[in-house]
């Protein structure tokens, strides 16, 4: 069964990072595509970017330099390194894997926090 | 970067009410238009996918349709269990969602 696990959410300082993870199984990451979607509390869905199957990665402009994913084929899994977080990077954040348009498995989110 | 409008944002609905859901591209997307539902506390799942294409389990009673800049979700005859918001996400020029429509038992 394709299943799609993130882990490393947290409590964070302005400024600060943190690294969130996509497990992935049931399929190989490195034949799809995978989309990080983030959901502020009490709001829509939010693109932040993907990474391709051949490892090219694209941001949305929010993130765009603060953000960076990638994978590690070894543990099939993706992460999503955030630097320089600010206090409306706050909210829960979804792996979704790519069907060619869609977006039809996610993972069940990390809850990311950026407090003083 | 493309905009996607839904409307309404919001509206009360009773049991085996016809519910339609209207998603407004700002720009033509063809049929790169894909619908998912989000019940509380749950991660969103996929409902329809290329405008009218239900995905596995989805019943009939969803359906979509439209092409280029106005897209529908219709629920034919709603039910309690359908009550959730509901998200469009074109993937025509990288992605955007709309700003979700939630359904609310009156």
């Known amino acids: 069964d394709v299943q799609l696990v993130e882990s490393g959410g947290g409590l964070v300082q302005p400024g600060g990072s943190l690294r969130l993870s996509c497990a992935a199984s049931g399929f190989d990451v490195t034949k799809r595509y995978i989309n990080w979607v983030r959901q502020a509390p009490g709001k829509g869905l939010v693109w932040v970017g993907v990474i391709y199957s051949g490892g090219y990665t694209y941001y949305a402009d929010s993130v765009k330099g603060r953000f960076t994913i990638s994978r590690d084929n070894s543990k099939n899994t993706v992460y999503l390194q955030m630097n320089s977080l600010r206090r409306e990077d706050t909210a829960k954040y979804y792996c979704?894997?790519?069907?060619?348009?869609?977006?039809?498995?996610w993972g069940q989110g990390t809850l990311v926090s950026v407090s003083s | 970067e493309i905009v996607l409008t839904q409307s309404p944002d919001f509206q009360s609905v009773t049991p085996k009410e016809k519910v339609t859901i209207t998603c407004r591209a700002s720009q033509s997307i063809g049929s790169n238009l894909h619908w998912y539902q989000q019940k509380p506390g749950q991660s969103p799942k996929l409902l329809m996918k290329y405008t009218s294409q239900s995905t596995s389990g989805v019943p009939s009673r969803f359906s979509g349709s439209g092409f280029g800049t106005d897209f529908t979700l219709t629920i034919h005859s709603l039910e309690a269990e359908d009550v959730a918001t509901y998200y469009c996400h074109q993937s025509s020029s990288f992605n955007t969602f709309g700003q979700g429509t939630k359904l609310e038992i009156k």
């Open positions: 979704a894997r790519e069907a060619g348009g869609d977006f039809d498995f």
